[in-house]
């Protein structure tokens, strides 16, 4: 079936760097765009990235602009979200999402289950 | 605060009609950009309810519904089920932000 398993989540300090992944299965993933979304513990939702279907655009939320990098290997199924420069505040879930095809933004119609991601020292 | 603004919370008997506005700008809803709407159930990831502003996937029951007028959305839900009772999101593309905006989410209680 239709599914997203995101991994690479953990507790990292202040500073660090930490690559999160995002496993696609059950349909074309080279043909989607894929997002990263997060929700800070008892939070709401917020935006963090975009990729193209073919990876030739990306764009980012301020929030993120600078220290995170998201990226995608059609070859392999799987979505990539590099974060460098973590703050306490970038502490959440991070969600990867599935856009519309041929396109980047739009409708978020399948969504992983979510990997924690907690900065501290 | 979110660029995309939703009331904090919402509540209805069984059986009611509650509607959930989300007020954007003209950089967003007002530039005629498509909000999409999710639910997020407990403890679990957000799943699509409305997308193009008023379009259902399949399994969505017709008792979600959604309208436009300038620069709000309006989430309508009738027949109110206990099982409706979730946090609700409103998104949409913003222009001046060149990226995708959530509102801040409405949490629904049935009572």
């Known amino acids: 079936q239709v599914q997203l398993v995101e991994s690479g989540g953990g507790v990292v300090q202040p500073g660090r760097s930490l690559r999160l992944s995002c496993a696609a299965s059950?349909?074309?993933?080279?043909?989607?765009?894929m997002h990263w979304v997060r929700q800070a513990p008892g939070k709401g939702l917020e935006w963090v990235a975009v990729?193209?279907?073919?990876?030739?655009?990306?764009y980012y939320a301020d929030s993120v602009k600078g220290r995170f990098t998201i990226s995608r290997d059609n070859s392999k199924n799987t979505l990539y979200l590099q974060m460098n420069s973590l703050r306490a505040e970038d502490t959440a879930v991070y969600y990867c999402?599935?856009?519309?095809?041929?396109w980047g933004f739009g409708a978020l119609d399948i969504w992983g289950q979510g990997t924690m991601v907690t900065v501290s020292s | 605060q979110s660029v995309l603004t939703q009331p904090p919370s919402v509540s209805g008997a069984p059986g009611q009609r509650v509607t959930i506005s989300c007020t954007g700008n003209s950089s967003n809803i007002g530039a005629n950009y498509d909000v999409y709407w999710y639910q997020q159930l407990p403890g679990t990831a957000p799943k699509l309810l409305i997308y193009?502003?008023?379009n259902r996937p399949s399994g969505v029951p017709d008792r979600f519904s959604a309208s436009k007028s300038g620069t709000s959305v309006t989430l309508a839900i009738t027949g109110l089920q206990a099982e409706d009772e979730a946090d609700y999101y409103c998104q949409s593309y913003d222009r001046s932000l060149s990226g995708s905006v959530f509102g801040g989410g409405t949490k629904l209680t049935v009572l």
């Open positions: 990729i193209w279907y073919d990876g030739t655009n990306k």
């Open positions: 999402a599935r856009g519309p095809p041929n």
């Open positions: 059950g349909f074309t993933f080279s043909v989607y765009g």
């Open positions: 193009d502003n008023n």
